[in-house]
């Protein structure tokens, strides 16, 4: 067989499985968007059927065939290629060497290990969560191990989100974040302005949810979102899902905290507008596929506050904001409104964060996370380490665990190494966009005017286009001419927030 | 093996065809209700694969063997583990003895035919539209070939859709329906009071989405939808999916044709009503299926017609509706409103027609396909052959092949031996309400109060819960005593519409 004969068989293979995996995704958006609580158990049944049809195309015997064939053949391959096999090996081995009652084992562990963790938040008891998690530890160990990742299970743990990404390089990376932003938290947090900037976030009151709607849709458009390739909905979280021409997004409304729904979306568009931007011919391979979950939060985190909270966007925004909302915004002076949009304060909450604290509780978590799986904490003493680093890297403690410890659900099923995505992904965003502003300085003019058309261009063809041919730090490196650095994100930071609360 | 091991065996797989097969009706839901334009292409390639996976399970060859061994015990077996046996049969032959090019070669004449229906549709051109026709009808013939009914092709395609079903029944059903309905429409639609009724619905103008909805949310719910185990969206055509814990209701608003949204949703609440009725523990099997499409039609007719036409329902429901729309409903005196609730007019199109005069349109429908099976009718002299039946049966006739044989998309992707049902189900409706009052005879009075409790408890136990033990016409003999007769049709619209359009 030629290459491009077994490079054609590999591409209908994976893009079988892709849209298997496609109806899984819109399963999941309907349960949490439309499902009606009598259909739980039916849609239950309903992923597990698919998970093994799924799983049967996934592990199909010609996929081994063909990618050994073709790494046989790697000299001859291009670039592109090389990424095709290169990614569709990673999820056929995962789809393979996982021993299925090891699979099964795993998934009952993970809903014993949800509804354990709901219990334990809800009674504040964290003995009764600590067997789950060392039991969802030796999980995760054991699966690095069937993956040839024995010696470096948190390696593996951050690599399934973000390929190619290790631990060193994250700590190494947060280290430098912490030096520069742990100061600066105290120096905003403390500012007269912050105060200011809180009242003002708590007079935005009121705002029916038909006019919430109705402007949030209009932004998101303006932004590039192209409604005639997804929709957006409300679900109790917000998430964004599917693909290519079908894209859906959801939010949620609080008539008392308007600006909540606004940014969510914009956040959420920013991962739409990426899965937007994947060239739809190439779906189910690395060309048509994302470049991790970093990458992902950059477009999200990018959106919503290098572009969101701008000055630029806001003197286009604010007129129609206050058109949609002329009485609930009349006693708001300008300066106000944008102090509201700014506003940060330190909680114990990750949830609840701004987007300068928030980087915080994801260094807390990937030390702890670490410290886990080398073994240098056990999880007994997980409480007393989430609140001595809480104090240091916010100033605050919690008064018992269900505000620390047992905050997230993430760990509940096992899934570790996925917080760093959120941090990495603000310091790709706050990257990419200074190399934007350098090859358009005049971008919030732009803004102003209404128009996001080039920076949305240039991430569509630099970011987007790309798919997954590289990594996020390979792709970074590409695009700004520089290696990942946190330096960007604490410009950032530094100059809206430290410009803006001096004043 | 014995024969409970080879039933579970069975059951096992059935149950996981049919979990898929739901998997497929909710992307079909999603797709009239919630799919963005850009995702035509991917659901159409998410439909393929789940058809694949669906038929790769539906014609596992267990299944044969498990069928084979069973139906060599077929003596030892219970009632209702033959009812199971039969079922999965028929499914299972219609699987696995289709060759896969034929199944192929079909669904593509099928998308060319609707488009090539469209077209001629829009162009009036029947000339266009009859190869595609005749193409249809020697796929037909094909199929019911591979299935061992080559012999009776249209007893196959109305098999199809109710099981055992025959065309010399449905014949002798029809002739004697059409003896009586065809007098009896011609006296209600030339009485002083049709033309009454019609100005009266004509007045119903102006009334706004929001109150409907809430009206018929409130109709549909004190009927006996369990809206936890279901839901109501918005369709550009009304129709009801899915099943058990988790059934979708679509319908549309017309702000100045009140009624229609709400006798559609009415009528799907009947098929959504079955649906919500049948044994969940027992879906996927003969047990916990509808028995049939006529029987299916019969209960969104009896619910839309028997009882939200009758007086009973609008003593207790017509204080609301004004309730909800004080200012559209002050000027209409009440027995003017229940006239605009049973107006009654002929029309050439059968999806605009009343209750009354629909049932010609099937009869008269069904009368050339049955023509078109045997050859007595040739697919060029069709548009000749629906004048004539439409003058003799309606009294009208179509200024153009457009609103007559052009009007239905059904025959266009084969879709023969359907039409039937709609009239079946109307007589099985009927039949059924009269046992009703005869064990009930104060069901009105039950309606007046806004209790609809007895009926449904009596059809859950009597049609709901009974799955498909029986077909249509053995379950309509056990519940009432009697073989299915259109008299209890004709009685009803006579009583209805006789006394209200003499007063």
Redesign the interface.
Known sequence: MTNDAALAGLTALL??AH??A??GE??GW?EQV??????????A??Q???AE?QHAAGSDPRLGELLGALEGQREKLTTDQRAIVANARRDYDRATRLPADFVQAKAAQGSRGYHAWARAKAADDFAGYAPVLEKNLEFAKREAGYLGRGGAPYDYMLDRHDPGLTAATVERLFDELKRDLVPLVREIAGSATAGRAREAAAKLKGFPVAGQREFLREVTSKIGF??????IDVSLHPFCS?T???VRMTTRFNEDAPLDALFSSIHETGHGLYEQGLP?EH?GTALGIHAGMAMHESQSRLWENQVARSRGFWRFFEPRFRGVFPAQTAAIPSDELYLAINAVEPTLIRVEADEVTYNLHIVLRFELEKKLFSGELAVRDLPAAWRAASRDLLGLEAPNDREGVLQDVHWSDGSFGYFPSYCLGNMLGAQLWYRALELRPGLEDDFARGDFSWLLGWLRENVHAQGRRFSALELIQRVTGAELSPRHLVRYLRERYGTLYRA
């Open positions: 893009k079988r849209v298997l496609t109806v819109l399963l309907d439309n499902l009606p609580p009598g259909g739980a158990d039916q849609r049944a309903q597990a059927a698919l049809a192209d409604y005639t390739r997804g929709r599917g290519g021409g079908d739809v779906l």
